[in-house]
């Protein structure tokens, strides 16, 4: 559903079919497109949507992904410019965007992107001058025109709508808390939330297995049960590959366990309670 859309400011074709297909399929997701702001942004000039879905949620994770997939398999009848999550971007590999296209990119401009898909249309030669700059800053391109693309992005959006990632078992409580990490001789702590999938990691020790969650965490990520002894949890993009963490229980009770990780050695978890 749009919200606080600007009455002078019109949403560029392509953003209006994009959001009204959204809203066909997924009418719960808040779509922000135009507005008043100023100076103005890429969203003033009507070339910009944030589809908010929470990374830190396995479900919002999941579709938005899911939705990123579709946009990349649809760009060529899209014809958007450039898509954030997280901390990548994805170029289409024109209108002055750098990067390979088609893939994650690192994005560090900033760090808001954690709870929306920022996609825009702009092209950078398009850009007003003075004055003009500042209440609008770019020129509608011709890509930014297009149209026609609904009928197939419905169809791909409705296969998600009708496939929510599952939520995690209540079989898995024993997952749910703090967990003290130990790989290569550094210590972690992670907090894995069994109601929504989260996880959260930091460098201090909580005072007990019901502390709870850390302001501001070194990372988030969410987590799937692949079985009743063992899940996976994947964190954010902090480069252009996500760390996949799997662990499995080595013990009765499930107070310690056993993982591997893409991007570093072996992982040894033990309960904090």
């Known amino acids: 559903m749009r919200s606080n859309v600007s009455t002078k400011n019109p949403e560029c074709p392509a953003i209006n079919e994009l959001a009204e297909t959204i809203e066909r399929c997924f009418p719960e997701i808040t779509l922000l497109t135009t507005n008043?702001?100023?100076?103005?942004?890429?969203?003033?000039?009507?070339?910009?949507?944030?589809?908010?879905?929470?990374?830190?949620?396995?479900?919002?994770?999941?579709?938005?992904?899911?939705?990123?997939?579709?946009?990349?398999?649809?760009?060529?009848?899209?014809?958007?410019?450039?898509?954030?999550?997280?901390?990548?971007?994805?170029?289409?590999?024109?209108?002055?965007?750098?990067?390979?296209?088609?893939?994650?990119?690192?994005?560090?401009?900033?760090?808001?992107h954690f709870d929306h898909i920022h996609m825009d249309w702009v092209d950078f030669s398009l850009k007003n001058t003075g004055a003009e700059y500042n209440r609008i800053p770019y020129k509608w391109s011709e890509a930014a025109k297009t149209t026609g693309f609904g009928t197939e992005l419905f169809a791909e959006l409705k296969s998600l709508a009708g496939a929510p990632p599952p939520a995690p078992s209540a079989k898995a409580s024993w997952i749910d808390g703090w967990w003290e990490v130990v790989q290569e001789g550094t210590t972690y702590y992670y907090l894995l939330g069994i109601a929504d999938g989260s996880a959260a990691w930091t460098y201090a020790r909580p005072a007990s297995g019901k502390t709870p969650p850390p302001a501001h965490p070194e990372n988030?990520?969410?987590?799937?049960?692949?079985?009743?002894?063992?899940?996976?949890?994947?964190?954010?993009?902090?480069?252009?590959?996500?760390?996949?963490?799997?662990?499995?229980s080595s013990s009765p009770d499930n107070g310690n366990l056993s993982g591997t990780s893409n991007r570093g050695g072996p992982l040894i978890a033990t309960k904090i309670v």
Not at 44 to 60: E, N, R, V, Y
């Open 36 to 112: 008043n702001v100023s100076p103005g942004t890429r969203h003033t000039s009507g070339l910009a949507i944030d589809i908010m879905l929470d990374s830190t949620k396995a479900a919002a994770r999941g579709r938005a992904e899911g939705m990123i997939a579709a946009f990349i398999k649809l760009q060529q009848k899209m014809m958007w410019s450039d898509i954030i999550f997280t901390d990548y971007h994805i170029p289409a590999g024109r209108a002055g965007y750098g990067g390979t296209p088609f893939k994650p990119n690192s994005y560090t401009a900033d760090t808001r």
């Open 220 to 248: 988030r990520g969410t987590f799937i049960v692949s079985a009743a002894d063992r899940f996976v949890i994947t964190w954010e993009r902090w480069s252009t590959i996500a760390t996949v963490e799997r662990f499995q």
